[in-house]
């Protein structure tokens, strides 16, 4: 089956930097990749999302790179925010399959 | 009432008891699912239900039992659990189960098992 591995697993930055997250996915017939952001207390939120067809997608200060040959993908927070603290998952999910394959998590706090 | 609402929050229970988790989702969606988060571990899926009928269960030992009454409606039903057990469980919830459309999670049930 599908393998996800996260990195790094914990992640601190300065207020205002950037962060990234990368990701890497075993099976190449993985073709959606979403994001979650989980703050304390709470379940997971979609932040953002990207499919095979595409290279990056960009939603204000978050975006998202696949590389489908080389089989990651990477989130990338600019100008971060205390309010960006909270632990991140990548996941993977085949078109057809019932699952989604999810990493470890990446805890991110930004130090104001 | 909006998205996916889990109850209880937080359940402590002894090996012996039996209690049960509920999920209800107001987002429309066909599927839904129970997930089981445990610190430093990807989350797990335990089951899937589409359109109210299951079409997963990820090897879950059956001291765990789901019921889905409709496709609002989620439940996991507990009996005699181990310590092993205690855990994050969240209840999710997306409109297609083909795995391209988003899981909506609720904010999930803390238990413990003493």
């Known amino acids: 089956g599908e393998n996800v591995e996260q990195h790094p697993s914990t992640l601190s930055v300065q207020e205002g930097d950037s962060a990234v997250i990368k990701c890497t996915y075993s099976?190449?017939?993985?073709?959606?990749f979403p994001w979650y952001k989980q703050e304390l207390g709470k379940g997971p939120q979609l932040i953002i999302d990207i499919r095979s067809n595409v290279g990056e997608k960009k939603d204000q200060r978050i975006a998202v790179t696949l590389n489908k040959t080389a089989k990651h993908f990477s989130l990338h927070i600019t100008e971060t925010q205390p309010e960006d603290s909270a632990v991140y998952f990548c996941?993977?999910?085949?078109?057809?399959?019932?699952?989604?394959?999810f990493g470890t998590g990446t805890s991110l706090t930004v130090i104001p | 009432e909006t998205g996916v609402t889990q109850t209880p929050r937080h359940l402590v229970m002894g090996m012996t008891n039996k209690k049960s988790l509920k999920c209800e989702q107001h987002?429309?969606?066909?599927?839904m699912y129970w997930y089981k988060q445990s610190a430093k571990k990807p989350l797990e899926l335990m089951f899937v239900?589409?359109?109210?009928?299951?079409?997963e269960n990820n090897s879950v030992p059956s001291r765990f039992s789901p019921e889905c009454p409709n496709s609002s409606h989620l439940f996991l039903h507990l009996h005699t659990l181990q310590p092993e057990d205690s855990a994050l469980y969240l209840c999710?919830?997306?409109?297609?189960?083909?795995?391209?459309?988003?899981?909506?999670f609720g904010n999930g049930t803390r238990l413990t098992v003493t």
């Open positions: 239900y589409n359109f109210k009928e299951q079409t």
């Open positions: 996941a993977a999910s085949i078109k057809g399959g019932n699952q989604f394959y």
């Open positions: 099976d190449s017939a993985s073709n959606y």
């Open positions: 999710a919830s997306s409109q297609d189960p083909r795995g391209d459309s988003p899981l909506h």
């Open positions: 987002l429309g969606h066909n599927a």
